[in-house]
């Protein structure tokens, strides 16, 4: 069952890391370039998206780094990695196109950590267990009369 776990784990870090890291330019290293890409894609207003998707990306991977609401981001990330997909990537490429095996790879992955959760070693998993483990340690005194 460990192994699960630590399966888990790696499925959370490594996909958190990429999507922090691609926040991170979006936000502060490449701003005008993502805007432009984003309006290239027909999004409009192009700004608003990119710096939603970036903020997204950082907060969201931060969080499956930390493993705090895998499941809700995990859903969100699929639904972004689904769109890139169909509307940047495939477009360009196909299946062919490195981009678009990336993309569908984190879609997975997401999906996968949106039905499973974070696992055993999640944050919000560990808190959980923390709380239960203090409320079966509290004496229930009911005063008899």
């Keep these: 069952m460990w192994k ?20 991170i330019f979006k936000l502060f290293l490449r701003r005008a ?14 700004g608003l998206f990119a710096i939603g998707i ?10 499956l780094i930390a493993g705090l609401g895998t499941q809700f981001f995990g859903v969100l990330f699929a639904t972004e990695m689904l769109v890139a997909a169909i509307i940047a990537e495939l477009p360009h490429g196909g ?10 790879t984190l879609f997975a992955a997401m999906l996968a950590l949106a ?8 944050l919000d998993q560990i808190i959980a267990r923390v709380i239960r483990k203090r409320k079966a340690d509290i004496p229930i005194n009911i005063p008899l009369a």
């Excluded at 996909?15 to 691609?22: D, E, N, S």
């Excluded at 970036?54 to 969080?63: A, D, R, T």
């Excluded at 299946?95 to 569908?104: A, E, K, R, S, V």
């Excluded at 039905?115 to 999640?122: D, Q, R, S």
């Design 115 to 122: 039905g499973l959760g974070g696992g055993k070693y999640a």
């Design 33 to 46: 370039e993502s805007i432009d890409f984003f309006a290239t894609l027909g999004f409009a207003p192009a």
């Design 54 to 63: 970036g903020v997204l990306e950082v907060v969201g991977g931060l969080v």
């Design 95 to 104: 299946f062919m196109n490195p981009g678009t095996q990336l993309t569908l």
């Design 4 to 23: 699960h776990h630590l399966a888990l784990l790696a499925l959370r870090l490594v996909p958190g890391a990429i999507f922090l890291t691609t926040g």
